[in-house]
């Protein structure tokens, strides 16, 4: 069973920065794509980006270009920069983690964290 960790959330100014990481355990972490997903209150949840195993990304179109994942094997973590933040992007930010090949589905993931929560102020 794999159990995943995120960390990083907190309240920032429109236009500011944040730094997302998830640690993952319990599992083989280079074998697994990992995607990061939000949902706004009374929203429902909705994917932000995700990273295959063996590195490629994909980004909803709302974020790119502000936001970058990336991966750490050898810390087995995953990193969502986010950049030029706006009050759109308030959410809670939730890491999770599927077999191989990053997708879009949230229904497609196994294994899930806590969320944190990205609070954007104009």
């Known amino acids: 069973q794999a159990q995943l960790v995120e960390s990083g959330g907190g309240l920032v100014q429109a236009g500011g920065s944040l730094r997302l990481s998830c640690t993952a355990s319990?599992?083989?972490?280079?074998?697994?794509?990992m995607g990061w997903f939000r949902q706004a209150p009374g929203k429902d949840r909705e994917f932000v980006a995700a990273?295959?195993?063996?590195?490629?990304?994909i980004y909803a179109d709302s974020v790119k270009g502000r936001f970058t994942i990336s991966r750490d094997n050898a810390k087995v973590t995953v990193f969502l920069q986010m950049n030029s933040l706006k009050s759109e992007d308030t959410a809670v930010y939730s890491c999770?983690?599927?077999?191989?090949?990053?997708?879009?589905?949230?229904?497609?993931?196994?294994?899930w964290g806590q969320g944190t929560q990205v609070t954007v102020s104009s």
């Open positions: 319990g599992r083989t972490f280079s074998s697994y794509a």
């Open positions: 999770a983690a599927k077999l191989f090949v990053a997708t879009t589905g949230d229904h497609e993931y196994a294994y």
């Open positions: 990273i295959s195993w063996n590195g490629s990304s």
